[in-house]
């Protein structure tokens, strides 16, 4: 892991201003909570773009050198991801970065489709001028950028799409479903990556927001709300087909797909039941680095 990512700093920097007889001495808490914020942000995004393997160790000793931080700022970092999911303690064995299973994406998913569809509904419903300027604005921004979405912008993709989908709720003034919506957001954005970088793809991402806007901006929540389904839903159906097809690995989960079989005195109901497992924590480490084959199982 430390030859994929570069050292990194985060000493603050600040410049005196005009007109001051002295250098301003910045207040020493504050220059603290600041480095941890940063190194709280930076952690968090190399979990979520995958340059942190899901289920690996997260050793402060290594950590130090490649954040370039102290353990203490380290360690209140890694508390922080751990409330947001993206890392679990491991009581006086320290941390790991959260591992990935194809339960916790249907989880989400689920989850996004019931407030995401609900939230858009009376959005559209309530939403007033400043709204539908916003929305235009929003969709006119990630337009520029997604035809076609490419590896070495995705970043940049990934702020305009999150703008997008806030802007299509901002006419619904909850601020808890908008708080909720950005942490299922950034646990989406980690399976995303796979769906984004797999070959030959045929999904039109920049259709399916179009479709959206278009039913958005026309006052017509049902079929909006409709349409935000099928585009929440594709990621998964996506990531679930290439697995089936062997076309993907995910670190850490075995996937097996479900079989339907002609129904008969063996088959029982005729149906073989889908599932997905995790690899134990020692898994995540292996000797040589690499990950052990999780290519789909059928039966």
């Keep these: 892991m430390d030859a994929l990512m570069a050292k990194r700093s985060f000493l603050p920097s600040i410049p005196p ?3 001051e007889a002295a250098e301003r001495v910045p207040d020493a808490s504050s220059a603290s909570r600041t480095l941890i914020e940063q190194t709280y942000a930076t952690l968090r995004d190399d979990i979520v773009e995958g340059r942190l393997v899901p289920g690996s160790k997260l050793r402060i000793e290594h950590l130090r050198t490649q954040y370039a931080v102290g353990a203490g700022t380290l360690r209140e970092a890694l508390t922080r991801l751990v409330s947001d999911a993206l890392v679990t303690a491991e009581g006086q064995r320290g941390f790991r970065v959260a591992p ?23 959005s559209i419903r ?5 709204w539908r300027e916003g929305l235009a604005a929003a969709y006119e921004a990630l337009s520029a950028e997604e035809q076609p979405i490419t ?25 808890w479903t908008r708080r909720v ?26 259709a399916e927001h179009a479709e959206i806007f278009e039913l958005a901006m026309a006052g017509r929540d049902a079929r909006a709300a409709l349409a935000l389904e099928a585009h ?6 996506l990531l679930l087909h290439a ?21 008969s005195p063996l088959a029982g109901n005729g149906e073989a039941r889908a599932s997905s497992r995790q690899f ?9 680095g690499e990950w052990p084959d999780v290519r789909p199982r059928r039966y």
């Design 280 to 288: 134990s924590a020692a898994n995540a480490d292996t000797a040589n």
């Design 100 to 122: 990935i299973a194809l339960e916790e994406l249907e989880d989400i998913t689920e989850l996004r489709v019931q407030i995401e569809t609900e939230a858009l509904r009376q």
């Design 232 to 237: 929440i839903r594709a990621t998964p159906d």
């Design 151 to 175: 590896a070495d912008r995705r970043r940049v993709w990934e702020g305009l799409n999150q703008r997008f989908h806030e802007a299509l709720l901002a006419g619904h003034d909850s601020p």
């Design 181 to 206: 919506l950005r942490l299922l957001s950034r646990h989406s954005e980690r399976y995303r990556g796979y769906a984004i970088s797999l070959p030959g793809g045929a999904r039109d991402v920049h």
């Design 126 to 130: 309530h939403g007033g001028d400043d």
């Design 243 to 263: 697995l089936r097809e062997g076309r993907l690995r995910l670190p850490g989960v075995v996937p097996f797909a479900p079989l339907r079989v002609p129904d």
């Design 17 to 19: 201003q005009d007109g």
